[in-house]
């Protein structure tokens, strides 16, 4: 998966590659300082790079072994097989038909659990998705072209000459219909049955990149799945990185790998994210918070491989989870004749195939592996693939087409294959020593983690490939130590069940307490109402009976944030927070200025057009302005002509135009051009207030209160600023906190410093406390006015970005009542809801 796929698990010719950052441009000093990109895709990081050993400073580094034995899979306190609630799950996915298989075993085994499971994905899968009995909604995005750029570019950095051809551009067109389209298959209607739909939890494979984002702006729980490491850790680099030798420690240049991958990532498609988020009435995300926002919110991962194959990293916390592979159920096969006789004519074969890889010189890759399997004195089924792999006949060879890997992989001796997380899965649960030829992504890691285990050779990059490599590797794993250690992974495997750990840490990882309806406790909650002080949690179907029976008024309803997101721009020190701060501000007012330039300058250019001449009858006018009053007997339209007794035009053809009256014209131009004026005056004016009222002095503030972080002390967490409420709370908390402990630090840190190292540590105290004093109190003085400034502009733009949320109320109260028809509650149990609800407040009363 990811940059080299996830292939079909078990399946031939359907493995392709998912496209994670499709389209990353060079970003310059970033690009050229920490990496270059190898011939198989792999970013290869230079650790002495001055923005390599930043990352490395920032780093907290944990001091644990991992050459201990990882933790538990599963917290036995916390083992969660089911769910108490039936919950409305889409599940996004981005990349091949090899990427949606395992979900769609996924999908089936949730609705066992009594969800409803939809399954968000390209086009060109409704077929495969609904013959599998699960919902489905189409996301945009042609597979095979993301594939075909992956192939033409297998990196992080697209070659030169695709970008002068354009693609990047049409593939971040690409992604960002993507990105609506999974917004929109968590909110609307199915397109097929039209029963509504509202998503109650997202599961996503990180190339889909919309997971986080749509989350945060419904206000429900997210869950990670992917078949590659995509969490920092000091175990092992990322899959798409190649380290360079340096004087870095290697476990903190495996973490560092993670920060520069997703570094790059976020340069190629933050753009497109953030113009995005926009449009559902989210924030953008800041450049310094994109790259790791999974990371940051601690988002749930399950990580779909083998624990016996991949062991979990020690410093992995406990919100991810390594579960196994995902395997189907096996499809049934009938192998042909001559398939038959060819396996009972002689020992089990090798099989060699690399699926849907498409290679320049098919003829060249068939030679080389028809000689080696000539050399090494095996018999050998080669898959045609999409190269068309089909050499001369030979009595010790098959050329096979599609057929199932589950069945195939029986009845060989060892596999050779790409590389593809799910051909290495089923090539091992069947107990065959596996050769992998990694051509790009993600593959390499797959060929090390099994040569580490013993169960194949070092992988041979495929620029590497020739028939005497090819010869040793298929050697190597008809030695009894690869057969012994497959067997032995085998093993494991068989008594691992993927999809169904995946399913209970899905569950495990659910805020089942934020998530219960005070009504129906086996519903979840979705909505709240507000009553005074009092607040009430409540289901679709509990709100779909208060309302009939005029209970609640809908005007109090508010969405029940199960899983509130919230974005925070992190502060380092007071320096570099205002510094940013500030030169974001200048630059939008910047952009402001130049719009107040250009945008009239466009719309003169747009009125000057013969074709917006012809159209500007239909302009609109600016409010206030003499076209605005205009009578409307002077707007004749093309009925009005046609139908007049009064006056006579002629006939309007081809080639001819109606046009306006010059004067009338050149009002609406000029009025045009006033509007883009003052829009731009508007955003100038409106950039400049927040910037030196609000983000700078809220960049002071958060500096300054960090500064303590760096000798140790952990500032205190306070929460989000969302609404001018919560601005006012963190405001008044952090400034009597910060009074307080910079005052008390003077005496009380050299006091606690001298009993923990004496004289010394009394000295060191007395800095500490000086440095509290310093920046404590100013954070606090200043946070006094920011933080509550902060939040009346949250306040404010919540109020003028509220389509979405006005979407989201629509969807939630049209699917509360389709819920609730299919429900069928009876009369004593409506009564039970009514009367529950009554007590509620009674008892909220009493109290």
Known sequence: MGASAHPGIGEEQVEGPTPPPYSLVEDGGLVAESGNVQGDGRIEVNLESKIARTLAKIIDLQQEDIQNPPPDYIDPTKQVTSCEFNLSIVIQIVGSRGDVQPFIALGNALQKHGHRVRIATHDVFADFVHESGLEFFPIGGDPAELMAFMVKNPGLIPQMKTLRAGEVQRKQAMVATMLDGCWRSCIEDDPMTKHPFVADAIIANPPSFAHVHCAQALGIPVHLMFTMPWSSTKAFPHPLANLNPSSMDPRTANWVSYGVVEWLTWQGLGDVINRWRVSIDLEPVPATEGPSLAETLKIPYTYCWSPALVPKPQDWPDHIDVCGFFFRDPPSYSPPSELREFLQGGPPPVYIGFGSIVVDDP?????????????????????????????????????????????????????????????????????????????????????????????????????????????????????????????????????????????????????????????????????????????????????????????????????????????????????????????????????????????????????????????????????????????????????????????????????????????????????????????????????????????????????????????????????????????????????????????????????????????????????????????????????????????????????????????????????????????????????????????????????
């Open 363 to 847: 003829q060249k890759l068939i030679d080389t592996v028809v000689t080696a399997v000539v050399r090494a004195g095996v018999r050998a089924i080669i898959s045609k693939g999409w190269s068309g792999l089909v050499g001369s006949t030979n009595p010790n060879i098959y050329y096979i087409g599609d057929c199932p890997h589950e069945w195939l992989f029986q009845h060989v001796a060892a596999v050779v294959h790409h590389g593809g997380a799910g051909t290495t899965a089923c090539g091992l649960q069947n107990g065959r020593p596996t050769a992998i030829v990694p051509f790009f992504g993600d593959q390499p890691f797959w060929g090390n983690m099994v040569a580490r285990a013993g169960a194949g050779p070092k992988p041979i990059p495929f620029s590497s490939l020739n028939f005497q490599t090819l010869t040793a590797a298929i050697q190597f794993c008809l030695t009894p130590e690869a057969t012994e250690a497959a067997r032995k992974l085998a093993i494991k495997m068989q008594t691992e069940s993927g999809v169904t750990a995946a399913v209970e840490s899905f569950h495990r990882n659910l805020p089942v307490d934020k998530m219960r309806c005070n009504l129906m406790p086996n519903q979840v909650a979705v909505w709240r109402y507000k009553k005074g002080k009092i607040n009430v949690d409540l289901s679709n179907a509990a709100v779909q009976i208060l309302i009939e029976h005029q209970k609640i008024d809908e005007k109090r309803l508010q969405f029940h944030l199960i899983n509130p997101i919230i974005i925070e721009h992190r502060r380092w020190d007071p320096l570099t927070g205002m510094l940013a701060a500030a030169t974001k501000t200048g630059s939008s007012m910047i952009g402001s200025t130049a719009d107040m330039v250009y945008n009239p300058y466009k719309e003169y250019k747009r009125g000057r057009s013969p074709k917006t001449s012809a159209r500007a009858l239909q302009a609109p006018a600016l409010p206030g302005s003499p076209l605005s009053r205009e009578p409307s007997s002077t707007r004749i339209s093309a009925s009005d002509e046609t139908n007049s007794h009064n006056c006579r035009t002629p006939s309007v053809g081809p080639g001819h135009e109606i046009r306006p009256d010059g004067s009338r014209n050149g009002l609406l131009v000029a009025g045009s051009m006033l509007g883009a004026t003052m829009k731009g005056f508007g955003k100038f004016t409106g950039t400049y207030f927040k910037g030196v009222v609000v983000d700078i002095p809220h960049a002071a503030a958060e500096g300054f209160r960090q500064v303590p972080r760096l000798y140790g002390e952990t500032p205190k967490d306070y929460g989000g600023v969302q609404d001018w409420k919560s601005g006012a709370v963190v405001g008044g908390r952090n400034f009597v906190d910060g009074m307080s402990d910079g005052f008390t630090g003077l005496f009380t840190q050299p006091v606690n410093g001298a009993k923990e190292d004496g004289a010394l540590g009394a000295v060191k105290g007395f800095a500490k406390g000086t440095i509290g004093l310093a920046t404590k109190v100013p954070s606090a003085g200043i946070g006094l006015v920011a933080y509550p400034f902060q939040g009346i502009t949250k306040s404010i733009e919540a109020v003028f970005r509220s389509q979405s949320r006005k979407a989201i109320v629509k969807a939630r109260l049209k699917n509360g009542y389709y819920e609730t028809s299919r429900m069928q509650l009876t009369d004593e149990e409506r009564r039970e809801i009514l009367q529950s609800f009554d007590r509620f407040f009674w008892s909220s009363d009493t109290r």
